[in-house]
Nanobody
Framework: QVQLVESGGGLVQPGGSLRLSCAASGRMFGINDMEWYRQAPGKQRELVAVVTIGSRTNYADSVKGRFTVSRDNAKNTVSLQMNSLKPEDTAVYYC??????????????????WGQGTQVTVSS
């Protein structure tokens, strides 16, 4: 079973920065794309950033130029550096990872895991 643990959320003033991290644990064979989503109150969950297995990145238009996603394949971690934060960035942020992991019977099986969510609040 693969588990994702997020860290790094908090309260920051407009224009400030935060760095989110997500660590995957378990008997993994390989990880595909690693993603960050966010969900603001009363809104649908939206994709914020993606980093592929080859470290190509893609971003929502609303965060381009301000957020940077990166991954460490050796440590099975994905990070999101958020700069020039705005009040509209306030949301719960979730990491999402898909890949192949070894199940209890030792067989490789696909997995689709979500982090527990971390609150980011941008306010003066």
């Amino acid at each position: 079973q693969v588990q994702l643990v997020e860290s790094g959320g908090g309260l920051v003033q407009p224009g400030g920065s935060l760095r989110l991290s997500c660590a995957a644990s378990g008997r993994m064979f390989g990880i595909n794309d690693m993603e960050w989503y966010r969900q603001a109150p009363g809104k649908q969950r939206e994709l914020v950033a993606v980093v592929t297995i080859g470290s190509r990145t893609n971003y929502a238009d609303s965060v381009k130029g301000r957020f940077t996603v990166s991954r460490d394949n050796a440590k099975n971690t994905v990070s999101l550096q958020m700069n020039s934060l705005k009040p509209e960035d306030t949301a719960v942020y979730y990491c999402h990872v898909q890949g192949i992991a070894y199940s209890a019977d030792g067989r490789p099986r696909s997995f689709d895991a979500w982090g527990q969510g971390t609150q980011v609040t941008v306010s003066s």
